[in-house]
């Protein structure tokens, strides 16, 4: 079983940044994609982006130029510095993580959350 516990997110006002930090441990082989997903009240779960172990980046078009993944795949960390805040980047951010374990099982794993509130 793989867990992952984020940190950093908080209240902020527009145009501020907030870096959001998430770590997976548990019996890992090997990581897949890493990446950090949010969801605004009223709205379903979006992907904000996601990192493969290649080094291969996505965002949606929303946080492109604002927001910057990066990842340490020796610690199992995936960090997400967020700049040039908005309102609407409000929301609950989710670490997500997708990977084999030690016993060769695939996994897909979910962080509990952070609160990110921007305050315009």
């Known amino acids: 079983q793989v867990q992952l516990v984020e940190s950093g997110g908080g209240l902020v006002q527009a145009g501020g940044s907030l870096r959001l930090s998430c770590a997976a441990s548990g019996s890992i082989f090997s990581m897949n994609a890493m990446g950090w997903y949010r969801q605004a009240p009223g709205k379903q779960r979006e992907l904000v982006a996601v990192l493969t172990s290649g080094g291969s980046a996505n965002y949606a078009d929303s946080v492109k130029g604002r927001f910057t993944i990066s990842r340490d795949n020796g610690k199992n960390t995936v960090c997400l510095q967020m700049s040039s805040l908005k309102p609407e980047d409000t929301g609950v951010y989710y670490c997500?993580?997708?990977?084999?374990?030690?016993?060769?099982?695939?996994?897909?794993?979910w962080g509990q959350g952070t609160q990110v509130t921007v305050s315009s």
């Open positions: 997500n993580a997708e990977g084999y374990s030690g016993f060769l099982k695939s996994f897909g794993s």
